[in-house]
């Protein structure tokens, strides 16, 4: 059974930081793309970052460029995300997803989710 736990979300003040971790297991984690997605109230989900299997490979959604930082071990199975000088606007609660293949695409759909965890920052 695959399970990708996160851990990490909570209350920050705008300009503080947070990492989050996702520790994966029941599947062969090197194989899969990770990615972190969000999804703020009433609004759609939508992807932050992404790394490819290898870490050679990282993207960023434009909003959280120069702020955010993913990172992966593919000894211990885990993803972070490494989130810097946050603002109000990126509360939301945060996913880790997971992706067959070598690199991100979005003409494929996400194989694994993560049950979420919150970030709020206030203002």
């Known amino acids: 059974q695959v399970q990708l736990v996160e851990s990490g979300g909570g209350l920050v003040q705008a300009g503080g930081s947070l990492r989050l971790s996702c520790a994966a297991s029941?599947?062969?984690?090197?194989?899969?793309?990770m990615a972190w997605f969000r999804q703020a109230p009433g609004k759609e989900r939508e992807i932050v970052a992404a790394l490819s299997w290898s870490g050679g490979t990282a993207n960023y959604a434009d909003s959280v460029k120069g702020r955010f930082t993913i990172s992966r071990d593919n000894v211990k199975k885990t993803v972070s995300l490494q989130m810097n000088t946050l603002k109000p606007e990126d509360t939301a609660v945060y996913y880790c997803?997971?992706?067959?293949?070598?690199?991100?695409?979005?003409?494929?759909?996400?194989?694994?989710w993560g049950q979420g965890t919150q970030v709020t920052v206030s203002s």
């Open positions: 029941g599947l062969t984690f090197s194989s899969y793309t």
């Open positions: 997803a997971a992706q067959y293949g070598d690199r991100w695409s979005a003409r494929y759909g996400v194989n694994y």
